[in-house]
């Protein structure tokens, strides 16, 4: 693929990386942690903070329920109120969090449940969360009130995204970053310096290149300027050559920009033939 093509795909990843991450964002802020969501005849997976009753005898049904799980688990936490339109069966408790799958068996009615899990032998107060379950006729109607914008029309979670991105577009600004490199030293070897620094100075431009003493630049020496097509627009003397780079003082008007190139003297007049040729 061209340089051009990579350069696209760069830019096009990194935008997509933007738009999962204010998704993902958007869903984390904008949507609430107590809201279970499952399909008639499916399942979910759930999880939340259990409230640990003060006293001994909260402090020793906690530290044996964490060594339970499964249905050992259920001997231990419960909840309430039960409906026969869906099933919470609890899977461990490690520290305050409490994991579960949340079941609507067939012929649940669609709608909107408050769940409280809690310590058997311990009412649940105001001290224990309040869970929304909210039970969906199917996928589609599930899918359109999720928050998630790439969840509910594609299917993808935002963050996976993320992550999946970031390797995707280190590995395409490697690849043109190699490319640029190689790009920039054959122009080089050609005598044809881009410009690595374009800065006002006073009433001046000061002018870095990429040419210096090694490609035969030296002090007082005039050498033309391309445009970013090849196209010579000016001329502009050395002021101070370095080993492998230059820099030039021109006049605040003058035509040049970023992306433009410097051409030596011996160079320009080749550069200008293969241009025409193209």
């Known amino acids: 693929m061209s340089m051009r ?3 696209w795909l760069t830019v096009a990843a990194a935008l997509l990386l933007v738009v999962a991450a204010a998704d993902g964002l958007y869903k984390g802020f904008g949507e609430s942690k107590q809201l ?8 979910a997976p759930v999880s939340g903070d259990l409230y640990i009753p003060s006293g001994e005898k909260g402090v020793r049904l906690h530290a044996e329920a964490s060594g339970q799980v499964g249905q050992a688990l259920s001997r231990y936490v419960d909840y309430k109120p039960k409906s026969p339109d869906f099933d919470l069966r609890f899977i461990e408790l490690k520290g305050r969090l409490w994991r579960a799958t949340l079941y609507a068996p067939l012929g649940a ?3 909107e449940a408050s769940l409280q899990v809690y310590f058997r032998g311990y009412d649940p107060g105001p001290e224990s969360k309040r869970y929304t379950v909210r039970i969906y006729p199917d996928q589609a109607a599930l899918n359109a009130d999720l928050t998630s914008y790439l969840e509910r029309y594609l299917g993808l979670q935002p963050w996976w995204l993320v992550v999946g991105l970031i390797p995707v577009i280190l590995a395409l600004f490697w690849v043109v970053y190699r490319q640029t490199t190689q790009e920039e030293a054959q122009l080089i070897g050609m ?3 881009p410009i690595y620094k374009l800065a006002k100075r006073g009433a001046d431009w000061e002018v870095v290149f990429g040419l210096g003493r090694v490609h035969g630049v030296r002090a007082g020496d005039e050498l033309a300027i ?3 097509r090849y196209n010579r627009v000016g001329t502009l003397v050395v002021d101070q050559a370095e080993e492998d780079f230059s820099a030039a003082a021109l006049p605040m008007g003058s035509d040049i920009k970023p992306g433009y190139f410097v051409v030596r003297s011996d160079a320009a007049a080749a550069v200008a033939a293969s241009v025409k040729t193209a």
């Open 191 to 193: 005598g044809i310096g």
């Open 226 to 228: 391309l445009d970013a």
């Open 109 to 111: 009615k669609p709608g």
């Open 5 to 7: 093509t990579y350069r």
């Open 36 to 43: 279970f969501r499952v399909v008639v005849g499916g399942e």
